[in-house]
């Protein structure tokens, strides 16, 4: 299913004060990670802070409604950002590591794959990695599914 039958699907059953939408599928593993996000075991993601100011995109929007994909760009769900706040690397708690729903749920794997991904990607954009770095957390519902 294409985002904008599924857009198109929700909001004709959920008329919402929204205009237009994003599509975005996870990073490092949009299949699997999608798959949790349906089973429910993930409620959150996180993103480098640094590359949305570098990006000039906004913070994501308690309230806001957007498209999740796979990693084939087809429409999984529409999730419903519920809560988000900007705290460094390491003052991520443990509670956010779970709702991440990623490996053990612990904070001690969260810290070990997200710094490993905040290095690559920041090192992408010319940036550095450190424990102060700031992220972007994310709490998340699921909305709507096909």
């Keep these: 299913m294409t985002p904008q039958e599924l857009w198109a699907q929700f909001t004709a059953v959920h008329p919402v004060e929204q205009d237009g939408y994003e599509a975005w599928a996870f990073g490092a593993d949009p299949d699997g990670l999608a798959a949790l996000v349906l089973r429910g075991e993930k409620t959150g993601t996180s993103s480098a802070y640094d590359l949305y100011q570098l990006e000039g995109e906004p913070l994501p ?3 806001k409604y957007d498209v999740l994909l796979n990693g084939r760009e087809e429409a999984v769900c529409i ?4 809560k988000v ?9 443990a509670g956010h590591a779970r709702k991440e729903g990623e490996g053990d749920k612990s904070l001690a794997y969260w810290r070990q ?5 905040f ?28």
Excluded: I, K, W
């Design 119 to 146: 290095t690559q990607c920041l090192q992408e954009a010319g940036l550095s990695f450190t424990p102060e770095t700031r992220v972007v957390c994310e709490e998340f519902e699921v909305a709507f599914r096909p």
């Design 79 to 82: 999730l419903r950002t519920t």
């Design 113 to 117: 794959v997200h710094e490993a991904f």
């Design 85 to 93: 706040y900007v705290t460094p690397f390491d003052a991520v708690t």
């Design 61 to 63: 929007q308690p309230g």
